[in-house]
């Protein structure tokens, strides 16, 4: 059983400018969750996807926006990148069913730095 | 939401049980106790969860006060693999999708 993977694992940009990153999802997860950890922090919760639609949101603004895809993969897209969005992206996947939320498995992030 | 405590970090020798508390005494009743990790260059990875009972599984225990407002998660035999940074989280029962993370405790395990 394939795991949930990320990819790129790290990633420089500079101010201003606009990134994708991509998750695929644990085989049989419909769900997939995004999350933001700086530095020395416990992850932050940017936004859930289930199928296909996002259903949850945290404080995060509107330049950060998502996908999720019929496979259950998903992309997670930040617009004017600011140097505060320098930190570890953090994807994770679950299976919900009648609104029960299972266990979230995590990949092991990707790092961007913003310059 | 209700929020939980921990230490900022925690000291274990090697093979000897850790204890690792949580304070949230601010907890509904239908508010489950999960407990994550994270290890170094890693993801954070599911430990444990329980509502009321304590439980066990392969990785840990899960002790949990009668009044609820705090709990204990156990570590039987620390080993190196076990050093890493341990999340208490309260997930509403009635809530699915966010994890609210704290800062939790870096646990150091030395040999």
Redesign the interface.
Same mark, same amino acid.
């Given at each position: 059983e394939t795991g949930?993977t990320q990819s790129p694992t790290h990633l420089i940009k500079t101010r201003g400018q606009q990134v994708t990153l991509r998750c695929s999802s644990q085989s049989g997860h419909n /769900?997939v @969750?995004w #999350?933001q950890q700086a530095l =020395? %922090?416990? !992850? $932050?919760?940017i936004f %859930?996807y289930y199928r296909e639609e996002e259903?949850?949101r =945290?404080n995060f603004p509107p330049r950060f926006s998502g996908l999720q895809f019929p496979n259950y993969s998903s992309e997670l897209n930040v617009n004017a990148l600011e140097l505060d969005d320098s930190a570890l992206y &953090?994807c +994770?996947s679950s299976f @919900?069913s009648s *609104?029960?939320?299972e /266990? %979230? #498995?995590? *990949? !092991?992030?990707t790092r961007l730095l913003v310059l | 939401d209700a929020k939980t405590t921990q230490p900022n970090s925690m000291e274990s020798n090697e093979e000897e049980p850790v204890h690792l508390p949580c304070n949230h005494s601010t907890i509904s009743g239908t508010d489950y106790i999960h407990w994550y990790r994270q290890l170094p260059? $890693? =993801?954070?990875? #599911?430990v444990i969860?329980g509502l009321t009972s304590n439980v066990n599984n392969r990785m840990a225990s899960l002790a949990i006060a009668e009044d609820r407002k705090s709990s204990t998660l156990i570590l039987h035999r620390a080993t190196l693999r076990d050093a890493a940074?341990y999340?208490c989280i309260l997930r509403p029962s009635?809530s =699915? #999708? +966010? &994890?609210?993370?704290?800062? *939790?405790t870096s646990l150091l395990v030395t040999p």
């Open positions: 949930v /769900t @969750s #999350y =020395g %922090q416990g !992850p $932050q919760f %859930q259903n949850g =945290g &953090l +994770a @919900s *609104g029960r939320r /266990t %979230q #498995y995590f *990949g !092991p992030g | 260059s $890693q =993801g954070p990875e #599911y969860h940074v999340y009635n =699915g #999708y +966010a &994890l609210n993370f704290g800062k *939790g």
